[in-house]
């Protein structure tokens, strides 16, 4: 009996394993080659008002100890780019206010008919340790959506002037990395 249950457990969990690394593709990419590793598509949704998100991660991270994180978000039809900036500069202010986000500023975009928001935030997962996030948003117009590029670079257990320090520091190479994304490779799927 003990050997059916173990035999039932090990076959649940790789059920379960299984569903959890098979999300659904919304957008026309289940991996992004990026800083010399390939990121795979982890985690997927589509809300009731038709805004699909989308997140990658190298294949043998998780989403608890993760280093860099590459975000998809497409906006609703019929958004536009100016609307979708603004809401994500007016949830950034109440943030800083909150003591969550402590820089942000919208920075000139380095690809044309593109807006970046660059941005550091800091929060408690669950009780576990402070992390801190650089982010750059890249927001951009395709067909008759909003589409934005996120990269997330993590540290974890650090004080808000040293990740500040590293960030400053590896600014330019994180925002070059973040320019090999192509939003050509984009195809929203609308099921």
Not at 19 to 24: F, G, I
Not at 109 to 131: D, H, K, L, R, S
Request: aromatic content about 14%; hydrophobic content about 40%.
């Amino acid at each position: 009996m003990k050997h059916i249950f173990k035999i039932f457990l090990l076959f649940s969990l790789c059920a379960v394993s299984f569903n959890l690394s098979a999300q659904k593709d919304y957008l026309g990419i289940t991996s992004i080659d990026f800083d010399n590793e390939s990121y795979l598509l982890r985690w997927s949704a589509k809300t009731k008002t038709g805004r699909f998100l989308e997140e990658f991660l190298p294949a043998k991270a998780n989403f608890s100890s993760f280093e860099i994180k590459l975000i998809l978000e497409c906006s609703s039809e019929g958004k536009e780019i100016g609307n979708e900036v603004r809401e994500m500069l007016g949830t950034l202010a109440l943030k800083k206010e909150e003591n969550i986000v402590y820089s942000f500023q919208q920075i000139e975009a380095q690809v044309p008919g593109e807006i970046w928001i660059e941005y550091i935030q800091g929060n408690v997962q669950g009780g576990q340790p402070f992390t801190l996030e650089w982010n750059l948003n890249r927001y951009k117009l395709i067909g008759n959506r909003v589409v934005l590029f996120r990269t997330c670079h993590r540290g974890y257990n650090i004080e808000v002037n040293s990740f500040t320090k590293k960030a400053n520091k590896k600014r330019e190479e994180w925002i070059k990395e973040a320019m090999t994304f192509s939003f050509d490779t984009v195809k929203i799927n609308n099921k």
